[in-house]
């Protein structure tokens, strides 16, 4: 289709308002092309350098699509264009070559604004890589659009789904609710994390803090919602920054919350843990005889007793050698044996040189200590454990959990917390090292080092609750989130790792204090 003649020589003049019928191409100058202004991209164009790149050597691969607003002389950007508007503008100006000053365009008469605004949301969506704070943004405009030209005064989330799928895009409720979160609650506090891409999963979890976060604050009445919504804002404030991490944030809520409640910060990483995984979470307030008195109540009632995991020194023999891993029958603690004639499957390397299985050793117990000291910080025991270089699995509990968690945590929590201490217990082989190189790490004001000096098994089980093993899956396993149960099973693995290769290579991995001199 080609323009008649007289139509040629109206577009030529500048200052014309010409009616195009909708469908022509024509040759338009860019510099009489506007951008749209509500350009839902606000952040440059990560492709905008190869972009650049490819018009200079190839020119406009296809035309741009314009508008024109009735009574303007100028043309505005239809559906999207506007990084290549930009781009050939500069080129002209850098080279003042006329193969970017004039280009080929496609002509769409006007409609209504909102028209054009959803024509560039439904282009840079076919595109992509559109930051999901622009795409909120764009989204509410549309949203303003809308109510005027309808005139009315709001329109429902499932209005405007509905609304929004008329026009050819597509967008349930529930995502318009997470973009106005974005746009209304997180934008003004929180511009340079949601400008430098956090998308909506970290959006949701932000949502989710925050409603854990005011189901503690409401519970232990510490004030009401705007009370509440002035300490979470000033915190997102305090950690906005691009490289935007959500624990922080969290860290700061909890550290809040515990300071005005007067509660133990361990207290309050539990309940903000149990609240993020939907969970209920009930604190009691007992004491710990009283703590005591139930859990001898609860044996009483016919759950099995475990077995000590603590024996006093024995004559017996475990093994046909008098040490194990390095450890002599007479000074340990007795937790299993290991038969000398029995077969090993070692999945670990064969090292023959003992220096470097050292060294692998030493890396394996510092992942150890990694896996321990997180699992330990996220379930209220994050004081219970200490590094250990260079000897043991590389961490070690330094005493039993606090009367802050047993005083405060329901029956379930408690449960938890308990078993997972004696898990830390077990990879940590705090009842089977020996006692001597164990003891120089420990408080003698510790329950811990009372019981272990004094082979006291009853001290150790009466401080700690003890579950019935068979309830360790459902009181545990089960309970563990997602990141602590993997936490685990890596702590688990490493254990295996490290007992295997300290096998295999004949090192003893609890040295004698005697041994280091």
């Not at 321990?372 to 250990?388: F, H, M, Q, T, Y």
């Amino acid at each position: 289709m080609t323009l008649s003649d007289s139509l040629v020589e109206k577009l030529a003049d500048e200052s014309a308002v010409v009616s195009i019928p909708s469908g022509f191409i024509t040759r338009v100058e860019v510099m009489r092309i506007q951008s749209y202004a509500r350009n839902p991209r606000r952040q440059e164009n990560p492709e905008y350098e190869r972009i650049k790149a490819s018009i200079r050597a190839e020119g406009l691969d296809q035309p741009l699509v314009v508008t024109q607003e009735p009574g303007q002389s100028d043309y505005v950007l239809q559906a999207g264009g506007n990084t290549r508007l930009r781009i050939l503008k500069e080129l002209y100006q850098e080279t003042g070559d006329d193969r970017f000053l004039r280009v080929d365009c496609l002509f769409k008469p006007w409609a209504h604004e909102s028209q054009l605004l959803f024509a560039h949301l439904r282009e840079n969506e076919l595109r992509g890589s559109l930051p999901f704070i622009d795409k909120a943004h764009a989204v509410f405009e549309a949203k303003a659009l809308l109510e005027a030209e309808l005139l009315v005064d709001t329109l429902s989330q499932r209005q405007l789904e509905a609304l929004f799928h008329e026009r050819g895009f597509s967008l349930s409720h529930s995502m318009i609710s997470k973009m106005g979160y974005a746009v209304h609650i997180l934008w003004p506090v929180m511009p340079h994390a949601l400008s430098a891409g956090l998308g909506r999963p970290q959006i949701e979890k932000i949502r989710s803090l925050e409603r854990a976060a005011l189901q503690i604050w409401q519970r232990r009445c510490l004030g009401d919602k705007p009370a509440f919504e002035l300490v979470f804002t000033e915190l997102c404030r305090r950690y906005d920054n691009a490289d935007w991490d959500i624990q922080p944030l969290r860290s700061a809520l909890e550290n809040e919350i515990a300071e005005e409640s007067e509660q133990s910060i361990q207290v309050i990483r539990l309940e903000m843990a149990a609240y993020l995984a939907g969970n209920s979470f009930v604190a009691i307030d007992s004491k710990a005889d009283e703590f005591e008195d139930s859990s001898a109540a609860g044996l009483e009632k016919g759950e099995n007793t475990p077995e000590p995991l603590l024996a006093l020194p024995t004559a017996g023999v475990v093994n046909d050698s008098d040490e194990l891993n390095g450890c002599k029958e007479s000074d340990c603690i007795i937790y299993g044996a290991i038969e000398s004639n029995s077969t090993t499957t070692v999945d670990t390397p064969s090292l023959s040189d003992k220096n470097e299985a050292l060294s692998d050793i030493d890396s394996l117990r510092t992942r150890m200590w990694d896996c321990a000291s997180v699992l330990a910080e996220r379930n209220g025991l994050g004081d219970r454990v200490i590094p250990l270089a260079n000897q043991g699995l590389g961490f070690l509990l330094c005493d039993v959990p606090g009367a802050q968690l047993t005083e405060t945590l329901d029956e379930e929590m408690l449960g938890q917390v308990s078993s997972l201490w004696w898990q830390l217990a077990a990879c940590s082989e705090v009842t089977v090292a020996p006692v001597e190189t164990l003891i120089p790490h420990l408080n003698k004001d510790c329950v811990l080092y009372q019981a272990l000096a004094s082979q006291d098994a009853a001290l150790l089980f009466g401080s700690v609750w003890t579950l019935d093993p068979g309830h360790i899956g459902s009181q545990l396993w089960q309970q563990l989130n997602e990141e602590d149960w993997l936490q685990l099973l890596e702590m688990m693995t490493l254990y295996r790792s490290i007992k295997r290769l300290a096998l295999e290579t004949g090192q003893a991995l609890w040295a004698s204090p005697e041994d280091k001199h």
